[in-house]
């Protein structure tokens, strides 16, 4: 018999294992890593004010250009395969941070259905997920430091100047992307720890009263 048990704990962990999921998945995709300013080498990257306000943002894989006074974005892939990606730290950044939001949406789905089943081969499903998203979390940490390494590929000073180097981001200023990729990664283990409070909460002794009651709906604060 399936028991939907609903704790407060079991739930918070639940929303967060899907947050950290969406966030790093939204920001590994966004071209908002690095933000520059339109005109590249040929202005010598003096910002006028006619430029002020216009954005070239570069990310993994994309990029965009904002012109402010056209009211114009455009925006797509610069790499149209994996092997045009900027340079070979990006390239690794990618692979450590597709495995690791892989994870991230497998906890995710897991998750919910944690409401139902309780285990996984006779394993508590919130030990399997907390363990998952450590290991999602060593991949995002690993990709998130190899990132600045790849500053210094040409893509790079053509945003940002040629003062751009391996972790130091010259012209250019780190976008919202990148912070909410490292955001994402300090919830990712703080989702980890915490899906030990989860697996306390709906296996305590007022959850097992209720079982017991035979109780298919249960939910305990």
Known sequence: ????????????????????????LVAFMSPEWLVGYPGGSEFNFTITASHRNDQRTLGIY???LKVAQQKV???????????????????????FLVIGIFLLSVVGVLSVFS??????????????CGLLQGIAGLFLILGLMLYPAGWGSK???????????AYK????????????AIGGTVLTFISAIFSAQAEIATSSDKV??????GRSLICVL
């Not at 010259?170 to 909410?180: H, I, P, Q, R």
């Not at 097992?208 to 009651?213: A, F, G, L, N």
Request: contains cysteine; negative net charge; aromatic residues 14%.
């Open 208 to 213: 097992q009263d209720e079982i017991e009651e």
């Open 169 to 180: 981001v010259g012209w250019c200023s780190l976008g919202w992307a990148f912070y909410t």
């Open 115 to 128: 409401m139902c089943f309780q285990s996984i081969l006779k394993k508590s499903i919130f030990n399997v």
């Open 155 to 165: 893509k790079v000073l053509d945003y940002c100047g040629p003062d751009a180097s």
């Open 62 to 64: 994309n990029r965009c």
């Open 73 to 95: 974005v455009q925006c797509g892939p610069y790499a149209t395969d994996f092997m045009e990606i900027a340079s070979g730290f990006w390239q690794a950044t990618v692979i």
């Open 1 to 24: 018999m399936c028991h939907v048990i609903v704790t407060c704990r079991s739930m918070l962990w639940t929303l967060m294992s899907i947050v950290v999921a969406f966030a790093e």
